[in-house]
């Protein structure tokens, strides 16, 4: 393994959910990111974002980390989810909030009146 796939392992180990993403959470540079910020924000689970623009290293690796060629990427509990569509149609099935709910991460919307 790579020192920049180590890295990015660590970083995906080390948080219940994970976003690498353009820009930061408060300051998307890309409407995809944006998207899957949102989704985020609106489930209100705790998230770590990690900015490739920051980092060249590990904006391409971790296309090869997850043999997936676009940013952003989600992963949850260490296991890569997709990007900005996966995680769109999962948030408007109910999946990813089902997924948070059986990996036992918690979020607003798992409050119940």
């Known amino acids: 393994m790579t020192d920049t796939a180590s890295k990015i392992r660590g970083i995906v180990d080390g948080?219940?959910?994970?976003?690498f993403m353009?820009?930061?959470?408060?300051?998307?540079?890309c409407g995809f990111s944006m998207q899957?910020?949102?989704?985020?924000?609106?489930?209100?689970?705790?998230?770590?974002?990690?900015?490739v623009l920051?980092?060249?290293?590990?904006?391409?690796?971790?296309?090869?980390?997850?043999n997936w060629p676009t940013i952003p990427q989600l992963y949850v509990k260490g296991e890569f989810i997709g990007g900005c569509d996966i995680a769109r149609e999962?948030?408007?099935?109910?999946?990813?909030t089902a997924l948070f709910d059986k990996e036992g991460i918690a979020h607003k919307q798992s409050v119940k009146a």
């Open 54 to 66: 920051a980092d060249g290293d590990v904006r391409e690796g971790i296309k090869a980390f997850s």
């Open 90 to 96: 999962m948030f408007e099935s109910g999946e990813l």
């Open 36 to 51: 899957v910020v949102q989704i985020l924000n609106q489930i209100g689970a705790p998230y770590t974002a990690v900015n």
């Open 15 to 19: 948080a219940d959910i994970v976003l």
């Open 22 to 29: 353009k820009g930061v959470p408060q300051a998307p540079q």
